[in-house]
């Protein structure tokens, strides 16, 4: 889809053509999502810079928007937490969005791992098993918990 194309579409979507600015309802509807959370996220990641005019009216660029498609994907489809995105926006050499079943280890510092992922594949897994089921995700991290519940109480 050329440009062109891709602006009449917005326009028929929205009302507006790509290049507009949106207010903060407008830019809430078309994310399918409530204002509230999109001023939670300006507090949360300072590459969200909206332009604000008399009374503090919000009005969102098309790079703005843009912004917001790619933290609401992350967060709602990828699975990333708050942490993990800023990080992903905050380092310029990540991955622009790793897969959320990517069990590669980066550093020990999980931040940047999705929701309900394992952080390290186990030895013997195979690159292309599915990732355990969240029932079982949650018994592991029982286990775990319990381990390091045990551990504490020795030191």
């Known amino acids: 889809m050329n440009a062109v194309q891709d602006s009449q579409a917005s326009y028929r979507r929205g009302g507006k053509s790509a290049t507009a600015f949106r207010t903060i309802?407008?830019?809430?509807?078309?994310?399918?999502?409530?204002?509230?959370?999109?001023?939670?996220?300006?507090?949360?990641?300072?590459q969200i810079r909206p332009m604000k005019r008399g009374g503090g009216r919000r009005y969102y660029r098309p790079?703005?928007?843009?912004?917001?498609?790619?933290?609401?994907?992350?967060?709602?489809e990828d699975g990333y937490t708050?942490?993990?995105?800023?990080?992903?926006?905050?380092?310029?050499?990540?991955?622009?969005?790793?897969?959320?079943?990517?069990?590669?280890?980066?550093?020990?510092?999980t931040v940047g791992a999705p929701i309900a992922t394992p952080t390290a594949a186990p030895a013997a897994a195979s690159i292309d098993e599915k990732p355990q089921s969240a029932g079982s995700d949650r018994a592991q991290l029982r286990e775990i918990l319990a381990e390091l519940e045990a551990i504490r109480r020795l030191l």
Request: charge should be negative; aromatic fraction near 6%; avoid cysteine.
């Open 63 to 76: 790079e703005d928007m843009d912004l917001l498609r790619r933290i609401r994907s992350l967060l709602y």
């Open 82 to 109: 708050i942490k993990g995105v800023q990080k992903i926006l905050r380092d310029p050499h990540a991955r622009h969005a790793p897969e959320p079943d990517d069990t590669s280890e980066d550093d020990d510092d």
């Open 25 to 46: 309802s407008e830019a809430a509807n078309e994310l399918d999502l409530p204002q509230h959370v999109l001023r939670f996220w300006e507090s949360k990641f300072p």
